[in-house]
């Protein structure tokens, strides 16, 4: 199936800063999906991203998928203990079937 | 809506013994996953249930089972637990095909000694 590599796996953060995480693959990938998991709890979907150097934005959360849909990354601005958690991304290798990546692990300074 | 939910929420097992991890939806989804994951490794996907009728493996299929015992249900058994095993467990459903986003169960969180 798919393979997606996550960049960095973990990520300290001052409270109030931006930060970047990112997914990459070494084919083209159908689509892109993002999801988050806060400590003891399981993964939540955050958003899918199809279309090539598709942008989208969830409050201070924006994603986007390369012209080449081969990364995608999550940008964060203005980090806030909320954000603590682990991001994954996930790509679909069927109709079915999801491939995730590692993680990136978040902790937030206050 | 309960959504996926999960049973146990913890197990502690000794090596050789056997158990089964239950998981329902009731989102009337077609498709059901079962995921590990460790710490590092991400969610790494055991079998999955593309309809009600069929099983298939997934990347780390090797000493678990699954049955898929009507639209709801999905339970994965363990016949022989190894210390390898010891992990959390996520059951996941989605629409089918087409559809995207999976909803996870809360986990199951298993060691073996």
């Known amino acids: 199936g798919q393979q997606v590599m996550q960049i960095p796996q973990y990520q300290h953060v001052q409270e109030g800063e931006d930060f970047t995480t990112y997914c990459n693959s070494s084919?083209?990938?159908?689509?892109i999906q993002w999801y988050k998991q806060r400590p003891g709890g399981h993964p939540v979907f955050l958003i899918q991203?199809?279309?090539?150097?598709e942008v989208k934005k969830q409050k201070r959360l924006t994603f986007q998928f390369g012209e080449a849909k081969k990364n995608s990354s999550l940008h964060i601005t203005a980090t806030q203990t909320t954000d603590v958690g682990t991001y994954f991304c996930?790509?679909?290798?069927?109709?079915?079937?999801?491939?995730f990546g590692a993680g990136t692990t978040v902790t937030v300074r206050a | 809506n309960a959504g996926v939910t999960q049973t146990p929420k913890f197990q502690v097992l000794k090596t050789g013994q056997s158990m089964t991890l239950q998981c329902a939806q009731d989102?009337?989804?077609?498709?059901m996953y079962w995921y590990r994951q460790d710490p590092g490794m991400g969610l790494r996907l055991i079998y999955y249930?593309?309809?009600?009728?069929?099983?298939d493996k997934g990347e780390v299929p090797n000493g678990y089972n699954v049955s898929r015992l009507n639209k709801r249900e999905f339970s994965l058994r363990l016949e022989s637990a190894a210390p390898s095993q010891t992990s959390v467990y996520f059951c996941?459903?989605?629409?089918?095909?087409?559809?995207?986003?999976?909803?996870f169960g809360p986990g199951t969180r298993l060691t073996v000694t």
């Open positions: 991203l199809v279309k090539s150097g």
């Open positions: 996930a790509a679909r290798s069927n109709d079915y079937k999801l491939s």
């Open positions: 249930s593309a309809s009600e009728g069929t099983t």
């Open positions: 084919t083209t990938l159908s689509n």
């Open positions: 989102m009337n989804h077609n498709s």
């Open positions: 996941a459903s989605t629409g089918g095909q087409g559809a995207y986003e999976q909803y």
